[in-house]
């Protein structure tokens, strides 16, 4: 059946840096990956969405790339914020079903002052 | 913007309670979502509904019913509440292929 992993361990950053958070999927070939942030207590709010036959999509300091040799797809958030600070998640489109996400566990990303 | 709201942001309930999770939107999206959402499990679907009067079974429908009278409003039902549907839920609508969801804030539900 369809898996996608994230890092279950909080990503720390210095302010500044570049963050970079990883979502793997197996078992399958998405059509596309979508992600999201979510703040505690929240609901999830949708950032960006790259397609199979896309590399690489930019919005603002968001860069989403999509290399499905490797059935991986990396996040980066450039010059970090502490507003940045929230919970990540990755979905790729359910197999056989033109309604449904799978979703990712998500990464607490923490950007420090 | 899409405007997606439920009913409360947290509930409190009994085992055996009959509880009833309101979702309205109102930008005329044809699919709905009910997830629920716990620690280290990412999102899991309950039931979802593609039109009016129409549902299907998520991954985890056991314990939970859905009704879907009118297009803006997706209602969840815990038929007899129990401890372990403590949990965050949370509703969704999405349209079109791109199946971007757009969620409301959650309800917090504790079943005691």
């Known amino acids: 059946s369809q898996k996608i992993e994230q890092n279950s361990e909080a990503l720390n950053i210095q302010e500044g840096k570049t963050a970079t958070l990883t979502c793997n999927y197996t078992n399958y070939s998405p059509a596309y990956l979508q992600w999201y942030r979510q703040d505690p207590g929240r609901g999830p709010v949708f950032l960006l969405l790259i397609r199979e036959n896309e590399k690489e999509k930019r919005k603002e300091r968001l860069k989403v790339t999509f290399d499905t040799t490797l059935k991986q797809s990396l996040f980066h958030i450039t010059a970090s914020q502490p507003a940045d600070s929230a919970t990540y998640l990755c979905?790729?489109?359910?197999?056989?079903?033109?309604?449904?996400?799978?979703w990712g566990a998500g990464t607490k990303l923490i950007i420090k002052p | 913007d899409v405007k997606v709201t439920q009913s409360s942001r947290y509930l409190v309930k009994r085992t055996g309670e009959k509880v009833f999770l309101e979702c309205v939107q109102d930008?005329?999206?044809?699919?709905m979502f009910w997830y629920r959402q716990d620690p280290g499990l990412g999102l899991r679907l309950i039931y979802f509904s593609y039109d009016v009067k129409m549902k299907e079974k998520g991954d985890i429908p056991e314990g939970y019913s859905v009704s879907r009278e009118k297009k803006e409003r997706f209602s969840l039902i815990l038929e007899s509440a129990s401890t372990n549907q403590t949990s965050m839920y949370l509703c969704?609508?999405?349209?079109?292929?791109?199946?971007?969801?757009?969620f409301g804030a959650g309800t917090r539900l504790s079943v005691l």
């Open positions: 930008m005329d999206h044809e699919n």
């Open positions: 969704a609508t999405a349209t079109g292929f791109k199946n971007i969801q757009y």
């Open positions: 979905a790729l489109d359910k197999e056989d079903s033109n309604y449904q996400l799978i």
